[in-house]
T-cell receptor
Framework: GAVVSQHPSRVICKSGTSVKIECRSLDFQATTMFWYRQFPKKSLMLMATSNEGSKATYEQGVEKDKFLINHASLTLSTLTVTSAHPEDSSFYICSANQGARTEAFFGQGTRLTVV | GDSVTQMEGPVTLSEEAFLTINCTYT??????LFWYVQYPGEGLQLLLKATKADDKGSNKGFEATYRKETTSFHLEKGSVQVSDSAVYFC??????????????FGTGTSLTVIP
């Protein structure tokens, strides 16, 4: 199947700094990518839908100025957590769809710890 | 709105035991249903899927049947192995709804198989 690579897999940053997470589709072009966040003992919650060449669509309650999403090419979407705080510590995971296929391909996830 | 309710874990089984992980869903459209597996330190991998009522998805000895009458998609395996230890996520994609290929996930069920 198709491969989605997410980087980094783990990151520790200081409170107040920004962290960028990359999501790449390695062998297909993804017009749409999704960013999810997993809270402890909770399901994966959709944060935003990233569309190539246009602004991302954020879910209700997600601060777009804090979680900046850039989908500059058909193979790369980035999520930047700006001015990170300890409450932003979480597991973030991206997925990509290839056109109209129903199956989503997921990255390996990024464990963010803000200290 | 769409949602997935999944049996909470953790689940601990002896090798060769029978596994059932319950999953029920709520959807406004005609969803496709999925089971994803996450091995330690890795991303989500598609385990099996079913795209319409009465379909049975199967892979690696796991199977699940799309039951529209009970809105369920329970995961089963007749004889688990130590290598099956992982977190299992039930998910739906309502591709005919306004969510496109967005996925809704259950909370995940951690399975540990002991020799």
């Amino acid at each position: 199947g198709a491969v989605v690579s997410q980087h980094p897999s783990r990151v520790i940053c200081k409170s107040g700094t920004s962290v960028k997470i990359e999501c790449r589709s390695l062998d297909f072009q993804a017009t749409t990518m999704f960013w999810y966040r997993q809270f402890p003992k909770k399901s994966l919650m959709l944060m935003a839908t990233s569309n190539e060449g246009s602004k991302a669509t954020y879910e209700q309650g997600v601060e777009k100025d804090k979680f900046l999403i850039n989908h500059a090419s058909l193979t790369l979407s980035t999520l930047t957590v700006t001015s990170a705080h300890p409450e932003d510590s979480s597991f973030y995971i991206c997925s990509a769809n290839q056109g109209a296929r129903t199956e989503a391909f997921f990255g390996q996830g990024t464990r963010l710890t803000v200290v | 709105g769409d949602s997935v309710t999944q049996m909470e874990g953790p689940v601990t089984l002896s090798e060769e035991a029978f596994l059932t992980i319950n999953c029920t869903y709520t959807a406004t459209g005609y969803p496709s249903l999925f089971w994803y597996v996450q091995y330690p330190g890795e991303g989500l991998q598609l385990l099996l899927k079913a795209t319409k009522a009465d379909d049975k998805g199967s892979n690696k000895g796991f199977e699940a049947t799309y039951r529209k009458e009970t809105t369920s998609f329970h995961l089963e395996k007749g004889s688990v192995q130590v290598s099956d230890s992982a977190v299992y996520f039930c998910a739906l994609s309502d591709q005919f709804g306004n969510t496109g290929n967005q996925f809704y996930f259950g909370t995940g069920t951690s399975l540990t198989v002991i020799p």
